[in-house]
């Protein structure tokens, strides 16, 4: 069992940066792929982004790129989303996803999630 524990989150204005935490405990292994995803009021949940463990690869949703980065910390078993230049439709709680697969289908492991509301 892998666990992950979101924050971060919280209320900004347009423009603003917010650096989302993931941190993951219990069997976290190196080889695993963190996912983070987000899902707005509505509207299904999505992919943002998402980073292999061990090679440090990268994937964004094309609605990201050039605002948010992704990156690890393996010492503390910490993966961090950074959101710059954020836009309302921003908003939205925000999930790390772990799993073994390089470019996981279906994730595994979920953590509960933090919420970002960014206000115009």
């Known amino acids: 069992q892998v666990q992950l524990t979101e924050s971060g989150g919280g209320l900004v204005q347009a423009g603003d940066s917010l650096r989302l935490s993931c941190a993951a405990s219990g069997r976290a292994s190196s080889t695993y792929t963190i996912g983070w995803f987000r899902q707005a009021p509505g509207k299904q949940r999505e992919f943002v982004a998402a980073i292999t463990w061990s090679a440090g690869s990268t994937r964004f949703a094309d609605s990201v790129k050039g605002r948010f980065t992704i990156s690890r910390d393996s010492a503390n078993n910490t993966v961090y989303l950074q959101m710059n230049s954020l836009r309302p439709e921003d908003t939205a709680v925000y999930y790390c996803?772990?799993?073994?697969?390089?470019?996981?289908?279906?994730?595994?492991?979920w953590g509960q999630g933090t919420q970002v509301t960014v206000s115009s």
């Open positions: 996803a772990a799993d073994k697969s390089v470019v996981p289908q279906k994730y595994a492991y």
